[in-house]
Nanobody
């Protein structure tokens, strides 16, 4: 079993930056590909970014490419999402997830955190 706990959300203004963290615990916690997803009110959960177990391969949604950076520190069992130049449309609950493969598809991830709220005021 794998447990994921996100932190770092909050209320910021458009143009500001925020860094989310996801602490991973449980079995073989450093070997999973990891992803960040988000869900805005009334919308489906959507892919944001993903990273392979070694941190050498990343993938981003077009909407965040160039603004967000995903990274991982396996020694600290932590995944990060650095979010720069935030926009009002980035407002959502952000979830980290662990899966068996590097994927943009929500159903490819087996373990999920509880989410952290990000609010961006315009």
């Amino acid at each position: 079993q794998v447990q994921l706990v996100e932190s770092g959300g909050g209320l910021v203004q458009a143009g500001d930056s925020l860094r989310l963290s996801c602490l991973v615990s449980g079995r073989t916690r450093s070997t999973y590909p990891m992803g960040w997803f988000r869900q805005a009110p009334g919308k489906e959960r959507e892919f944001v970014a993903a990273i392979n177990w070694s941190g050498t391969t990343t993938n981003y949604a077009d909407s965040v490419k160039g603004r967000f950076t995903i990274s991982r520190d396996n020694a600290k069992n932590t995944i990060y999402l650095q979010m720069n130049s935030l926009k009002a449309e980035d407002t959502a609950v952000y979830y980290c997830a662990a899966g068996m493969t590097l994927s943009t598809i929500r159903t490819q991830y087996n373990y999920w955190g509880q989410g952290t709220q990000v609010n961006v005021s315009s």
